[in-house]
């Protein structure tokens, strides 16, 4: 897995032969181990849930590889490429830039020095009647981590049961049912993560996220 495409770089440095891919694969290399520099002194070794970080970003990883981040990449391996066969330092000074100016705005600064997580839930319907069975789905919590499902402040039972999230804290095409009796409005459907007994002896956090459901 890498950051920056060997193919992309070649067309925006115009190459359509194969004479020059050692020498771009090895920039492509040096980019990597750049990025996964960067990317380790911004979000450390664990998150907050005390679960691994892991290098190279993938898309199975948490967080997640994003095309904005390989577009970077690719921008890093042509400034670099050019500056070093050209003396040209723009394009480089700019994708170093751009990168440090992404790491700020997606993963900002942690006073614990973990990566901040950041849970989300979706569901179908997201709104309906009393009684009405709905999907939902979450991702960017503990790996492995139980999960509870509430209502209006009142746990749900789920299917499956109990809700396990994967091993990269996702969980999918899981459904409880409304109350019936449940009166028309909007309630909270709330996903939290069942913090273990020594979690928070090591200052550690579990994932919470929050939607809103309308009973019709």
Known sequence: MTYASLSIVKQRLRVEDTTLDDELEGYVDEIDSYMNRKLRDKIGYKNEYGDDVVLPLTENTIPTITFELNTIA?????????????NDE??????????????????????????????????????????????????????RNKLKVYFDGQEMTTSPDPLVSSDTGTFTSTTFTIPSGQSSGTYEVKVEGVMPTNWKKHGLKTGIARHRFRVT
């Open 74 to 86: 690719n921008d890093l391996v042509v400034g670099k490429f050019r500056f070093e066969t050209a």
């Open 90 to 143: 723009t394009s480089w000074t700019h994708a170093r830039k751009e990168l440090e100016e992404y790491l700020d705005e997606e993963f900002g600064w942690s006073e614990s020095g973990s990566l901040k997580m950041k849970p989300d839930i979706s569901f179908t319907p997201t709104s309906g009647n009393a009684g009405a069975t709905v999907t939902i789905s979450g991702n960017q919590f503990g790996i």
